[in-house]
């Protein structure tokens, strides 16, 4: 075989090999449930690696996905971290990834991140019993949750994983409520673990203050929190956004209102078997 044809012939071999690799699948992980799965899609939509059926917005499923090179993979969200060496990137909503990194996991930095507008209106959110909306307890709560120094220790923290979304931050303590009439109260709180219970602990510091016991009980799932303080075992919550408690409420009825925003946690595409978008063709 003579050069040109050997010339030929690799760089006929190249090509195959190149469009193989264009038309390889790429699996990426997202949340099945409804409010975070388009939230999700509409990550990889906003950066050009997928398109989303007309119409499908905030139900948006993997069944409305235009592309010929990604398959969508839905996972519980709580699995995504531990299911990324299977995948070759997953959107994962960030408190699970500090989750993983508190126990240990080797997580990169996302690859991307949402813009400002698709986190914001998914701040996370205290929530109270209907009949305790307007209680002076709840009052207390929520000046110790937006305070100021809550809101240092957040930006101090989380390096941008978690943002403050409170934008008149208190001392800590609301002036209307008399505070020596609650003196001896304990509030019981339903959280997951990273960051609502690290946040909850600086808003525990300050209702201690005044003689208030914030009484932080960890849960690691996301289906007990909302009934706990429906049925009156928990005083309030602090680990959903509004869209989320609003599914809850619809689906089963629960009185559980929300009372105030602390935090949003921004989603982010991060690398399983891919440490960077060249795959993806960025």
Not at 64 to 89: F, G
Not at 149 to 167: F, M, P
Not at 248 to 258: D, H, P, W
């Amino acid at each position: 075989m003579n050069i040109r044809k050997l010339l030929a012939v690799v760089v006929a071999a190249l090509l195959i090999v190149s469009s193989v690799s264009a038309l390889a699948e790429i699996h990426i992980g997202v949340p099945d449930d409804t409010t975070n799965e388009a939230r999700a899609l509409q990550l990889l939509q906003d950066n050009g690696i997928i398109e989303i059926a007309e119409g499908a917005g905030e139900t948006a499923t993997k069944a409305d996905v235009i592309s010929d090179t990604v398959v969508i993979d839905e996972l519980p969200a709580d699995q995504l971290v531990n299911m990324l060496p299977d995948l070759d990137y997953a959107v994962i909503n960030s408190n699970f990834v500090l989750d993983a990194l508190d126990a240990g996991f080797e997580i990169n930095k996302a690859l991307l991140t949402e813009v400002e507008e698709k986190y914001l209106p998914r701040a996370n959110i205290i929530a109270v019993h209907s009949d305790n909306v307007d209680a002076d307890l709840t009052k207390a709560l929520v000046a110790a949750m937006q305070s100021q120094q809550v809101k240092d220790y957040i930006e101090n923290t989380y390096a941008g994983a978690v943002l403050s979304v409170v934008d008149e931050p208190t001392d800590g303590y609301d002036a209307s409520v008399d505070y020596a009439a609650l003196a001896g109260t304990k509030l019981i709180i339903a959280a997951t673990p990273a960051p609502h219970a690290q946040i909850l602990e600086i808003a525990k510091q300050i209702l201690a203050e005044k003689d208030i016991t914030l009484d932080i009980q960890v849960f690691t799932g996301y289906t007990e929190e909302n009934r706990a303080v429906d049925a009156g075992d928990a005083y309030a919550n602090y680990f959903q956004h509004q869209p989320y408690l609003d599914e809850e409420v619809a689906q089963n009825g629960y009185k559980v209102e929300s009372v105030a925003i602390v935090h949003t946690e921004p989603m982010g595409l991060y690398g399983g078997r891919q440490s960077d978008l060249a795959a993806l063709g960025k």
